[in-house]
């Protein structure tokens, strides 16, 4: 069984300022850790992936996150937030050979303020 | 673009119809896997096809059901549409069952039942 938490729905900050998006994952096998980001009335865009080797992974936009496995953490971080990373983000695993489909979490709407 | 094509974009129909839901697939790609975004589910997992064959079930209801043809496109048909069934349902598709290839999401269908 697979699960995701992401703390806080609603994240506001300053442009410029960072970006910290939690996300924390429930596995019985090792995971495969995603972040997607859904534009209005857009389908979901994968902004990065984690499946296996080095921890920290970088994905498009500037963004970037860190697998702890001693933490159950896959935090997404953006150094400098822009006007157009306003969007949703969720945060999604799956994990298991012979099923790829993803358990989502219930999603962070990121602000940003001028 | 994600490559994955789903129509129609909206749909609108009465309590009690049926509609056909349809997805093709990124070109290459032989897994398919419907997902439905609701205000109080969130995002989750339907169902997943795999080169024709059905793979893996999620929350899918009794009286929803999916296909996928030979020529790797899939429909999802919703039958006896009740109200609570008003979502975004997205397809997204995926180079194979098992292996690290990421899932492409569509723009999704909006289902008004009114």
């Known amino acids: 069984a697979q699960s995701v938490t992401q703390l806080g729905s609603h994240v506001s900050v300053s442009e410029g300022a960072l970006v910290l998006l939690r996300c924390n994952y429930s596995?019985?096998?090792?995971?495969?850790l995603f972040w997607y980001v859904q534009y209005p009335n857009q389908g979901l865009q994968l902004l990065l992936k984690?499946?296996?080797?080095?921890?920290l992974v970088k994905g498009i936009n500037g963004f970037e996150a860190e697998f702890k496995k001693s933490e159950t953490s896959f935090h997404l971080t953006k150094p400098s937030a822009h006007m157009s990373d306003a969007a949703e983000y969720f945060c999604?695993?799956?994990?298991?050979?012979?099923?790829?489909?993803?358990?989502f979490g219930s999603g962070t709407r990121l602000q940003v303020q001028p | 673009d994600s490559g994955v094509t789903q129509t129609p974009k909206h749909l609108i129909t009465a309590t009690g119809q049926r509609v056909t839901l349809r997805c093709s697939p990124r070109?290459?790609?032989?897994?398919v896997y419907w997902y439905q975004q609701s205000l109080d589910q969130g995002l989750q997992f339907l169902i997943q096809?795999?080169?024709?064959?059905?793979?893996a079930k999620g929350n899918i209801l009794e009286r929803f059901s999916a296909q996928q043809f030979p020529d790797l496109h899939s429909e999802l048909n919703l039958s006896s549409l009740e109200l609570g069934d008003s979502a975004l349902y997205f397809c997204?598709?995926?180079?194979?069952?098992?292996?690290?290839?990421?899932?492409?999401f569509g723009q999704g269908t909006r289902l008004t039942v009114v």
């Open positions: 984690y499946t296996t080797g080095a921890t």
């Open positions: 596995s019985s096998v090792p995971p495969y």
């Open positions: 070109s290459g790609d032989l897994s």
């Open positions: 999604a695993v799956s994990g298991g050979t012979g099923r790829r489909a993803l358990t």
């Open positions: 997204a598709s995926s180079g194979g069952v098992a292996g690290n290839t990421e899932a492409f």
């Open positions: 096809y795999y080169n024709g064959e059905e793979r």
